[in-house]
């Protein structure tokens, strides 16, 4: 079984920032993608931005050139930096990682972006 624990989320200001944690544990041989996703109310669960086994990044189009993802391979920790925060990134987030073919979920992290 493998264990995360996310960190981060709150309440910010619109033009405001944000670094999201997510840390693996438990039986982990090698981690392969991981990744950030929310959802906010009333929407369908999307995809943020992802990252390979190998550090590449990829991001859907309504976050590119504010939210970067970065991993630390020797902690088993995946983070998002979310810069330049907007009303609409206002969603729960949940980081998921893929071990051994297997997706695993973070309990989610609440993100609010209000004045």
């Known amino acids: 079984q493998v264990q995360l624990v996310e960190s981060g989320g709150g309440l910010v200001q619109p033009g405001g920032s944000l670094r999201l944690s997510c840390a693996a544990s438990?039986?982990?041989?090698?981690?392969?993608?991981m990744g950030w996703f929310r959802q906010a109310p009333g929407k369908q669960r999307e995809l943020v931005a992802f990252i390979t086994s190998g550090g590449s990044g990829n991001y859907a189009d309504s976050v590119k050139g504010r939210f970067t993802i970065s991993r630390d391979n020797a902690k088993n920790t995946v983070y998002l930096q979310i810069n330049s925060l907007k009303p609409e990134d206002t969603a729960v987030y949940y980081c998921?990682?893929?071990?051994?073919?297997?997706?695993?979920w973070g309990q989610g992290t609440q993100v609010t972006v209000s004045s």
């Open positions: 998921n990682v893929v071990v051994a073919s297997m997706n695993y």
């Open positions: 438990g039986s982990i041989f090698r981690i392969n993608g």
